[in-house]
C-alpha cells in the first residue's frame, strides 16, 4: 500500500533509506528494543523512554541537541550521521536519562510490551502525538493543537482508536497537567471535527510507514482504509502505581476528587470546586451525552510492569 501523503508520514524513497540503513536499523534494535519511531511530516523522531532524542531527514542527517553528546545544558541542535548516532547510543541515552521522569518511562514500556505481544487485542501507533500542519502559518492559526501521550488502534475491524492518556503514581493529577485540561481536549477532539478522515488518514500513513522501515506492524492492517476505522474515538486515562503511601490518598482516590461534585465514588476524600462533573457531567458513564472516558488503574509499577495489552491488559478491578 502507498503512502498517501498529506501533513504526515514519509515517502517511500525515505523509509526505503532507513530500511537499508545499517545503522539505522541497529538503533532501533540495540539495547533489547528500547527506541521507538515516531513517524511525522517528512522526518522520524527516536524515542528513548518517550524522549525525542534525535530527529532524522530524509538525506537520513540526524539532528540532535548537543546536550545528548556532552551532558551539559545546550539549545544548540548538531548534525549527526546514523553511524555517529550508534557509536554514541551509550552516552547519548545515559545523558537521556537525567532527562526521564517515570511517567515517561512508563509510557514507553506499556507501549512497547503492548507491541511485542502478539495476543494484544490493539497496536500502538504513536507516541507523544501531536497534530501535524501543513505549514507554519496553519499552525500559528489552529485554535486547538491536540497532544496526546499515545494512539492505539485495535486489529480487529471495524478498527477502534484509543487516545490515551498515561498518570504515574501520586501527584499525576494535579496541576497542568491535570486531570480537566486532558478532558477538555477530549471533548475538544471528539466534538469539533478533530476525529475526521484526515485524522483516520494520518494513521494509516503511520501505519504504512512503520512497515516500510522495518517495524514489525501486524499484517491485518494490511490495505487499511478510512471506512475501516469506527465512527468514533475512546478516550482512556490509564493510571500505573495506583498506590498510597503513608496512609495518603492513591492516585485513583485523588483523580475522583477532581471528577465528581461531592461523593464517595472511588473513595475520595477531598473534592476540587473546579471539577470535572460541574462542566461535563459524569464522564464514567457511557450513557453522558458529553463524553465518556474509561479508567484504568493497575498498581504494578514500572519495576513489575507486565501489562501487555494496553487496553485489554490485568488493570485492577476495584
Not at 537499508?20 to 536499523?25: H, K, P
Not at 487516545?163 to 471528539?190: A, M, N, P, T, W
Not at 483523580?255 to 470535572?276: D, H, I, M, P, T
Amino acid at each position: 500500500m502507498k503512502i498517501k501523503k498529506i501533513s504526515r508520514g514519509i515517502s517511500e524513497d525515505f523509509a526505503k533509506r532507513i530500511a537499508e540503513n545499517e545503522s539505522l536499523q541497529k538503533i532501533y534494535n540495540k539495547g533489547e528494543n528500547e527506541i521507538i519511531w515516531g513517524i511525522r511530516n517528512d522526518y522520524v523522531n527516536l524515542y528513548y523512554n518517550s524522549d525525542s532524542i534525535a530527529r532524522i531527514s530524509p538525506s537520513l542527517n540526524c539532528k540532535i541537541n548537543e546536550y545528548y553528546f556532552t551532558g551539559e545544558s545546550s539549545s544548540k541542535v548538531i548534525t549527526k550521521t546514523p553511524q555517529e548516532i550508534l557509536d554514541s547510543l551509550k552516552t547519548i541515552k545515559g545523558n537521556s536519562k537525567t532527562r526521564e521522569t517515570d511517567e515517561k518511562k512508563a509510557q514507553q514500556k506499556l507501549f512497547m510490551l503492548n507491541n511485542s505481544n502478539l495476543e494484544s487485542n490493539w497496536y500502538c501507533v504513536d507516541i507523544e502525538y501531536a497534530k501535524a500542519y501543513q505549514n507554519i502559518g496553519e499552525r500559528n492559526g489552529a485554535k486547538f493543537s491536540p497532544r496526546f501521550d499515545i494512539i492505539a488502534i485495535s486489529k480487529a475491524k471495524p478498527h477502534r482508536v484509543a487516545i490515551i492518556e498515561l498518570k504515574y503514581g501520586k501527584g499525576s493529577y494535579v496541576g497542568v497537567s491535570g486531570i480537566k485540561k486532558h478532558i477538555q481536549d477530549f471533548c475538544k477532539f471528539q466534538n469539533e471535527g478533530h476525529y475526521n478522515d484526515l485524522f483516520k488518514q494520518e494513521m494509516i500513513n503511520i501505519i504504512v510507514s512503520l512497515k516500510a522501515i522495518g517495524t514489525n506492524v501486524p499484517d491485518c492492517f494490511n490495505g487499511i482504509k478510512v471506512k475501516d476505522f469506527c465512527q468514533k474515538p475512546e478516550f482512556y486515562f490509564i493510571t500505573l502505581d495506583n498506590n498510597a503511601d503513608d496512609g495518603a490518598s492513591a492516585p485513583k482516590q485523588t483523580c475522583g476528587g477532581y471528577l465528581f461534585e461531592n461523593n464517595a465514588k472511588w473513595g475520595s476524600k477531598r473534592f476540587s470546586k473546579n471539577n470535572v462533573e460541574k462542566e461535563f457531567g459524569d464522564i464514567t458513564l457511557e450513557t453522558n451525552e458529553k463524553l465518556y472516558v474509561k479508567f484504568l488503574f493497575s498498581k504494578q509499577t514500572i519495576r513489575n510492569l507486565t501489562i501487555n495489552d494496553i487496553i485489554d491488559g490485568a488493570y485492577d478491578k476495584d
